[in-house]
């Protein structure tokens, strides 16, 4: 089991479902993996899902925002990344060629974020902790494991993500072609790839004990299984999948 209070920079911290209906979302991902559900009210309207196992928070769920269901941006899976001080950051993102989707704010008392865009369009946010870190739990089962970009130009976005956080890189091979992995702190961090006609964009794996299981419960409870459980040499049993309302969401089950 790993559990954390406190992230260092460039890790990888939290994912969250931004979906068109907050609790058949809910609801789903429940389904699939068992979460217990924590929705608290927003001041400024609305609520935010968070989803729980064992009392410890491992990623959540809420509703679109307007302006991205006004530009036709589907229903995802947004990813977070840590930083120490989000302003620091996002003006290094800019000068580094990515792009400032939403300039740092305040989220209550909770943090400071800011969204950004690599230059190769892949979007992902960035976390500036105060009250609330990230997942409390990770990589165990039903919980977060690994993040992924698809990226149309994977070496420049790896180039990216070292400017800003000196990730080591590691390049290797997959089924899907060459893929580059991102380290912190001398563990594999999360992945970058080139998935050939997709759209940049990033995706959260949920670690399963029995990948099949889940393709079975994904099944049961509305989802699509866009790629059935496979095993990946070295990697362990994979799957992708999009929920109900079009998020796509993977999970992995490790070697034995």
């Not at 979460?35 to 196992?53: K, M, N, S």
């Not at 977070?80 to 740092?104: C, F, H, M, N």
């Not at 580059?180 to 050939?196: F, M, S, T």
Request: glycine share 8%; aromatic share 12%.
């Amino acid at each position: 089991m790993t559990e954390t209070t406190w992230y260092s920079e460039g890790a990888f911290c939290w994912t969250e479902c931004a979906t068109t209906d907050d609790q058949a979302s809910a609801d789903f991902y429940t389904a699939v993996f068992g979460w217990e559900q924590d929705a608290q009210a927003l001041p400024v309207g609305g609520r935010y899902i968070t989803f729980r196992r064992n009392g410890k928070s491992v990623a959540a769920t809420n509703v679109q925002q307007e302006q991205e269901k006004a530009q036709g941006i589907p229903p995802h899976w947004n990813v977070y990344i840590s930083v120490d001080d989000v302003d620091r950051v996002a003006k290094e993102a800019e000068q580094a060629g990515g792009t400032i989707l939403a300039p740092p704010f305040d989220v209550m008392e909770l943090g400071r974020m800011a969204v950004i865009q690599d230059p190769t369009g892949g979007a992902v946010s960035l976390w500036q902790a105060k009250e609330m870190a990230g997942a409390e739990v990770y990589v165990e089962p039903n919980t977060t494991a690994w993040y992924e970009l698809m990226s149309p130009d994977p070496q420049r976005a790896v180039r990216f993500f070292q400017d800003l956080f000196g990730y080591e890189v590691r390049e290797t091979t997959t089924l899907s072609g060459p893929y580059w992995v991102l380290r912190h702190k001398d563990e594999n961090a999360a992945g970058i790839y080139n998935p050939q006609d997709l759209p940049p964009s990033w995706t959260p794996y949920f670690q399963a004990e029995d990948a099949d299981a889940v393709v079975a419960k994904v099944e049961q409870a509305g989802g699509t299984v866009m790629m059935p459980a496979t095993d990946i040499p070295d990697i362990g049993r994979v799957a992708w999948f999009s929920d109900p309302q079009g998020a796509v969401f993977a999970i992995i089950q490790p070697p034995a």
